[in-house]
């Protein structure tokens, strides 16, 4: 088999995979999203964790980094930070944890594990 021009990465979804992954956790019944480290916002976030929070998740992507700077309780932002900080130094398969408050869009506190 020629693999001349092969791109793919073990364990990555091809870019065609995508728009389906996106409908399965579309009808998840809880939060799934995907958190960038370096810019300090969701690249992906699925109707229920929007919802959770008060917008569409279209909106959390587009506010970006704003977003966790204005809905994280501020009692939380240094067990935030130091959370970032060791999933930086995760291996492959090992769970973290943390857990947090964040303002949902009517003004009531929510917790999130």
Do not use: K
Request: a negative charge; zero cysteines.
């Amino acid at each position: 088999m020629d693999t001349t021009g092969r791109t793919d990465t073990p364990g990555v979804l091809p870019a065609t995979a995508m728009p389906v992954m996106h409908e399965i956790a579309d009808v998840l019944p809880g939060a799934v999203y995907i958190f960038d480290l370096d810019r300090r916002s969701s690249t992906f976030v699925n109707a229920q964790a929007g919802q959770f929070l008060g917008y569409a998740a279209a909106e959390v992507i587009a506010r970006g980094p704003s977003l966790l700077a204005e809905v994280l309780h501020p009692d939380d932002l240094p067990g935030v930070a130091a959370h970032f900080e060791r999933a930086r130094a995760l291996r492959d398969g090992e769970p973290l944890e943390v857990e947090y408050r964040m303002r949902h869009r009517d003004g009531g506190w929510r917790w999130f594990l």
